[in-house]
Structure formats: structure tokens, C-alpha cells
């Protein structure tokens, strides 16, 4: 995968009073999606029902920690973590995710997924610390270096 300088530099800030939402099916395929999920991230409803959660992972994000997200929802506990997400457009957002099971009867049946804003300084301390991770497991990075014009 290429990845080009204009891509990845735009944030969408998500509003403070507001809350992301989707549900997925066991495999991780969007069944519900929010207004506030549909805005952030530039998808219509229809876009995002019936496809992978996996459309707004930001490349930037370890693989290890959804490996680790899904070991969690394995054992039926919450998992809960910063994520950065990809919009359609190719700019990100950065959420404080909470996930877990939804359980009918004793049986797990979805999971739900409830995402919140962090702080500026969490964004920061997170990026370098994902880009920790992955140069630590041979996964790809990405370098911005900023030129000044002579």
C-alpha cells in the first residue's frame, strides 16, 4: 500500500457532546451506525451497514492492539482503548472506543461499540506511542517531514 503526502494530515474533531455508536454482527460487519458515526466519518448509512468495521481502521493503528481487542471480547470482558479512524475521505479521528459483547439469554448475539472524543494531548502521546508499536513489530510507519521554502 502507497501512501501520499496529502493523505492522512486532516482530523475531524468529534464534538464533545456527542456519542459514535455502531453494532456489529459476530464477524465484526456493521449492522447499526449512528448519525454522529455517519458525520465523523464521511459514510452515509448505507455505506457502512453490511461492511467490515475494518473500513475505518486508520493504517497508523497496531495490529496487535485489535489482536488484543478480540482476545478480550474472546474472554466476554469489555475491551476498552484509544483508536485512530479512518474517514472516507482519507483524514482520521481519534476516539476513546469502549466494546463489548451483547448478550440475549446467556448468548452472545452482536457487539456494540460506544466511541467519545480525547484530549489533544492524548492524540499526541497515542500517535507516538502506536508508532512505537508498530516499528517494534516490522509493521509499516510513516514519516511527515516538513520542508521550509529557499
Request: net charge negative.
Amino acid at each position: 500500500m502507497e501512501f501520499y503526502e496529502s493523505e492522512f494530515l486532516i482530523e475531524s474533531e468529534v464534538p464533545q457532546n456527542e456519542l459514535i455508536i455502531s453494532r456489529t454482527d459476530l464477524k465484526g460487519i456493521i449492522t447499526y451506525a449512528n448519525e454522529t458515526f455517519c458525520k465523523i466519518s464521511g459514510y452515509s448509512v448505507d455505506e457502512l451497514v453490511g461492511r467490515s468495521h475494518n473500513i475505518v481502521k486508520h493504517p497508523d493503528m497496531p495490529s496487535s492492539i485489535f489482536a488484543d481487542l478480540w482476545e478480550t471480547l474472546k474472554r466476554e470482558k469489555q475491551w476498552t482503548g484509544i483508536v485512530k479512524n479512518l474517514r472516507k475521505d482519507k483524514g482520521f479521528y481519534w476516539v476513546y472506543a469502549i466494546v463489548s459483547g451483547v448478550y440475549k439469554n446467556g448468548e452472545l448475539v452482536e457487539y456494540k461499540s460506544l466511541r467519545t472524543p480525547i484530549e489533544y494531548e492524548d492524540k499526541l502521546r497515542y500517535q507516538k506511542f502506536y508508532d512505537k508499536i508498530r516499528q517494534e513489530n516490522g509493521e509499516m510507519i510513516r514519516k511527515i517531514i516538513y520542508e521550509k521554502e529557499v
